[in-house]
């Protein structure tokens, strides 16, 4: 079953245009992974799922069912309130939600970060902050979360740890659409990627299904064999015709 | 919902050294000035009188200091974002965050305050216990009359502040708007009254209406009309109550509207 349906949506920021007609489904209980170079407007096409921003044309289809709490949002660089302890922090947003103080215990340990209960979010490690954020992210247990690049950063244990949280999600009964640079953890845990350059989805399917259509071997070589431009500079979309 | 967002500003407040400071800061100030400018000794409405014009100045420099990183933080760290996946609305969120702010500004406000009035009535010659029952005398509840509209004023200013911190996009241009609004608020506003009057756009039957334009005249009329005229004796109006009042509402309603607006654009 498609839970959002992504229907030819454009996006620009000003005269600066971003998106441009891109189209994919996300699977119900899924991994979707969102790929692609920097600046080629992965972070965009994520907020404009969590509903943080409208599209300049086109529609997202959205069959998630009502409840207390439509769609979880990590952002890239989550940050939480100084001086607050990771307790209070998960508290606040479960309160918002109606939950008790059990549902900040039950959170914390679905991400393993029970034993950092009583630290201060200021002297949180980045990935134990990344761990947090997605606990948040899963609050009210909304039917699909929105992970900006939840391994950025990250050392080689975290993000494997990271990636294993976020199958448990899934496997849990929730949707999962995130984007990544660590094609290698992606071609492991993501059931469908969707691949994006300049702005256009340039490639879309389960990581089997990309690997066979253009005969390679993993999904580098995909990104490799798909993605143009040359890997000497960084292009910006809308300062190039 | 503004319940929980209340208890989060509240604990900001009570975490955050600057805000015990500033209410150090103040409370030495007003029982300074009270104290070696004899008002103490001399009662309440004289030690109002000592008091009026230099809260004139810290009171919104003080609530200025306590609104105007309030919605500014959550939107750096990018909790507004997360917050608009959240049942809560942006109004819900300001109406919080003002009132848990507000909390924390009332008892900055009340320590000096209470501090200065026990030291009237430790120190005060043939003062009135209560209540006076005749115009022209002294009495403590001009000074709590004094207090509450202090704290109305400063709510105002804070609320002013928190349309700041909702606009601007950072720290640095929050500053230099809540430094701006200070100029306008402390200076501008009043100098813009002056002019209108001397250039005739102000007549002399509006003039005392039209005080209520800015959040401070209307604070010093207020003061001034409910407190210091009561125990001075009948005299010129000096202010419009009913329209100082007025304004400092509409400042402190139309600030938050503002707020809540830059939030949900």
Same mark, same amino acid.
């Given at each position: 079953?498609t839970l959002?349906?992504v229907?030819?949506?454009e996006?620009?920021?000003?005269t600066v245009?971003v998106l441009?007609?891109?189209?994919? $489904?996300?699977?119900?209980?899924?991994?979707?992974?969102?790929?692609?170079?920097?600046g080629s407007?992965k972070t965009? *096409?994520?907020? *404009?799922?969590a509903?943080l921003?409208?599209?300049?044309? $086109?529609?997202?289809?959205?069959?998630?069912?009502?409840?207390v709490?439509?769609?979880g949002?990590l952002?890239?660089?989550? +940050?939480?309130?100084p001086?607050f302890?990771?307790?209070e922090?998960l508290?606040?947003?479960?309160?918002l939600v109606g939950?008790?103080?059990?549902?900040v215990?039950a959170r914390?340990?679905r991400? #393993?970060l029970?034993?950092?209960?009583?630290l201060?979010?200021?002297?949180?490690?980045?990935g134990?902050?990344r761990l947090? #954020?997605?606990?948040? +992210?899963?609050?009210?247990?909304?039917p699909?979360?929105?992970?900006d690049?939840p391994v950025? #950063? *990250?050392d080689?244990?975290?993000?494997l740890h990271?990636?294993?949280?976020?199958?448990?999600?899934?496997?849990?009964?929730?949707?999962?659409?995130?984007?990544?640079?660590?094609l290698?953890?992606?071609?492991r845990?993501a059931?469908?990627?969707?691949?994006i350059?300049d #702005?256009?989805?340039?490639?879309h399917?389960s990581?089997d299904e990309?690997?066979?259509?253009l005969?390679?071997e993993?999904l *580098?070589?995909?990104y490799?064999?798909?993605?143009?431009?040359?890997?000497?500079?960084?292009?910006?979309?809308?300062?190039?015709? | 919902m503004i319940?929980?967002?209340?208890?989060?500003?509240?604990?900001?407040?009570?975490?955050?050294?600057?805000?015990?400071?500033?209410?150090a800061?103040?409370?030495?100030v007003?029982?300074g000035?009270a104290?070696?400018?004899?008002?103490?000794?001399?009662?309440y409405?004289?030690t109002?009188v000592?008091?009026?014009?230099?809260?004139?100045?810290?009171?919104p420099?003080?609530?200025?200091a306590?609104g105007y990183?309030?919605?500014l933080?959550?939107?750096?760290?990018g909790?507004?974002?997360?917050?608009?996946?959240?049942?809560?609305?942006?109004?819900?969120l300001?109406?919080?965050?003002?009132l848990?702010?507000?909390?924390?500004l009332?008892?900055? /406000?009340?320590?000096?305050?209470?501090?200065?009035?026990?030291?009237?009535v430790?120190? @005060?010659?043939?003062?009135?216990p209560?209540?006076?029952t005749?115009?022209g005398a002294?009495?403590?509840?001009l000074?709590v009359r004094?207090a509450?509209?202090?704290?109305?004023f400063?709510?105002?200013?804070?609320?002013?502040?928190?349309?700041?911190?909702?606009i601007?996009?950072?720290?640095?241009?929050?500053l230099? /708007?809540?430094?701006?609004?200070?100029?306008? /608020?402390?200076?501008?506003?009043?100098l813009?009254?002056?002019?209108?009057f001397?250039?005739g756009?102000v007549?002399?039957?509006?003039?005392?209406?039209?005080?209520?334009?800015?959040? /401070?005249?209307?604070?010093?009329?207020?003061?001034?009309?409910?407190?210091?005229?009561?125990?001075?004796?009948? @005299?010129?109006?000096?202010?419009?109550?009913?329209?100082?009042?007025?304004?400092?509402?509409?400042?402190?309603?139309?600030?938050?509207?503002v707020?809540?607006?830059?939030?949900?654009r």
């Amino acid at each position: 079953m498609t839970l959002i349906d992504v229907r030819g949506i454009e996006h620009s920021y000003g005269t600066v245009p971003v998106l441009d007609d891109v189209s994919f $489904g996300v699977r119900s209980e899924t991994v979707t992974a969102i790929i692609g170079p920097n600046g080629s407007g992965k972070t965009t *096409l994520l907020r *404009l799922l969590a509903g943080l921003h409208e599209p300049t044309g $086109g529609s997202i289809d959205d069959h998630t069912s009502d409840g207390v709490r439509r769609i979880g949002y990590l952002p890239q660089q989550p +940050a939480f309130r100084p001086g607050f302890s990771v307790h209070e922090t998960l508290s606040f947003y479960t309160s918002l939600v109606g939950a008790d103080d059990d549902e900040v215990i039950a959170r914390l340990e679905r991400v #393993g970060l029970e034993q950092a209960v009583n630290l201060r979010v200021d002297d949180l490690s980045g990935g134990m902050t990344r761990l947090l #954020g997605i606990a948040q +992210a899963t609050v009210g247990d909304p039917p699909l979360i929105v992970l900006d690049e939840p391994v950025s #950063g *990250l050392d080689p244990q975290m993000s494997l740890h990271v990636f294993d949280v976020i199958s448990e999600i899934a496997a849990d009964g929730t949707t999962v659409v995130l984007s990544s640079h660590h094609l290698e953890l992606v071609e492991r845990t993501a059931d469908d990627v969707v691949l994006i350059d300049d #702005g256009e989805v340039v490639a879309h399917g389960s990581p089997d299904e990309l690997r066979d259509e253009l005969g390679v071997e993993s999904l *580098l070589e995909v990104y490799e064999g798909a993605v143009t431009g040359s890997a000497d500079a960084v292009r910006v979309r809308g300062e190039h015709a | 919902m503004i319940a929980t967002v209340i208890r989060r500003e509240l604990k900001t407040v009570i975490r955050t050294p600057t805000f015990a400071l500033l209410t150090a800061i103040l409370t030495a100030v007003a029982v300074g000035i009270a104290w070696f400018g004899g008002g103490v000794r001399a009662g309440y409405v004289p030690t109002t009188v000592d008091l009026l014009t230099p809260f004139e100045l810290l009171v919104p420099v003080v609530a200025v200091a306590f609104g105007y990183r309030a919605i500014l933080g959550d939107r750096r760290r990018g909790e507004l974002d997360v917050l608009a996946t959240y049942p809560v609305t942006g109004r819900e969120l300001v109406v919080g965050t003002y009132l848990g702010r507000a909390i924390g500004l009332v008892a900055a /406000l009340a320590v000096p305050l209470t501090i200065v009035m026990v030291a009237i009535v430790a120190s @005060g010659d043939d003062l009135i216990p209560v209540y006076a029952t005749h115009r022209g005398a002294d009495s403590p509840i001009l000074f709590v009359r004094f207090a509450v509209l202090t704290v109305f004023f400063a709510a105002t200013i804070l609320a002013v502040a928190v349309a700041v911190s909702a606009i601007a996009s950072g720290t640095r241009s929050a500053l230099a /708007l809540a430094v701006v609004l200070l100029i306008v /608020l402390l200076v501008g506003l009043d100098l813009a009254l002056v002019y209108g009057f001397t250039a005739g756009l102000v007549g002399d039957s509006t003039l005392i209406h039209s005080l209520a334009i800015s959040p /401070l005249s209307a604070y010093r009329g207020l003061v001034l009309e409910t407190t210091v005229s009561v125990a001075a004796g009948a @005299g010129p109006r000096i202010a419009s109550p009913v329209a100082s009042v007025v304004g400092l509402c509409v400042w402190t309603i139309g600030s938050l509207a503002v707020a809540a607006w830059a939030i949900e654009r």
